[in-house]
């Protein structure tokens, strides 16, 4: 079956040190694979997108990488701060039907 | 600035009741989304729509309907209210582009008692 998963658990992180989520996914040829932030009681806010054919993108204080022989991304926020405890989702775009295809987010905290 | 809105923010409504939740975007963006999150779920697609008088379904669509009468709004519509269907609901755009970036509302709680 066609899945994408990412740590359900809640992952707790010293601030200043850097935070890695994963996002995994079986069976699937994605185009293209987003992340974004969700904070309680908000919609999702898009953070950055990596083609199939890249593998690692930059923005500011977060680097994505996109492994498609794993099937995995890696979500990395150095130096992190309080401000950026929240709950991450990883979606992929699937060439098939050009939908999105939702992991059900990692909650992460930062602790001061 | 643009934005999306949905409305109401919150609902409470009985089994079997009619409910439309409202999405409406100033992006003048042609592709708009409506999702459901619950618990333990990652976002799950109800119906989208790439343009005016344009709808499709998604995968969990059975129980919701919409229309597209205008760029800007997509309504959601429960035709007849289940407890399943309580859940944050959640409405979307893009452009038209396929690998552009969603924009969200911030969702409407629905809760079917």
């Known amino acids: 079956s066609q899945k994408i998963e990412q740590n359900s658990e809640a992952l707790n992180i010293q601030e200043g040190k850097t935070a890695t989520l994963t996002c995994n996914y079986t069976n699937y040829s994605p185009a293209y694979l987003q992340w974004y932030r969700q904070d309680p009681g908000r919609g999702p806010v898009f953070l950055l997108l990596i083609r199939e054919n890249e593998k690692e993108k930059r923005k500011e204080r977060l680097k994505v990488t996109f492994d498609t022989t794993l099937k995995q991304s890696l979500f990395h926020i150095t130096a992190s701060q309080p401000a950026d405890s929240a709950t991450y989702l990883c979606a992929l775009l699937l060439t098939s039907n050009y939908q999105l295809i939702w992991g059900a987010g990692t909650k992460l905290i930062i602790k001061p | ?113």
């Open chain 2, 1 to 113: 600035d643009a934005e999306i809105t949905q409305s109401p923010r919150h609902k409470i409504t009985e089994t079997g009741r009619q409910v439309t939740l409202a999405c409406h975007q100033t992006w003048n963006h042609n592709n708009m989304f409506w999702y459901r999150q619950d618990l333990g779920h990652g976002l799950r697609l109800i119906h989208y729509s790439y343009g005016v008088q344009d709808t499709n379904k998604g995968e969990v669509s059975d129980g919701y309907s919409v229309s597209r009468s205008n760029t800007e709004d997509l309504p959601l519509t429960l035709e007849s209210a289940a407890s399943s269907q309580t859940s944050v609901y959640f409405c979307a755009s893009r452009l038209d582009s396929n690998t552009g970036e969603l924009f969200f509302g911030e969702g409407s709680r629905l809760t079917v008692l």
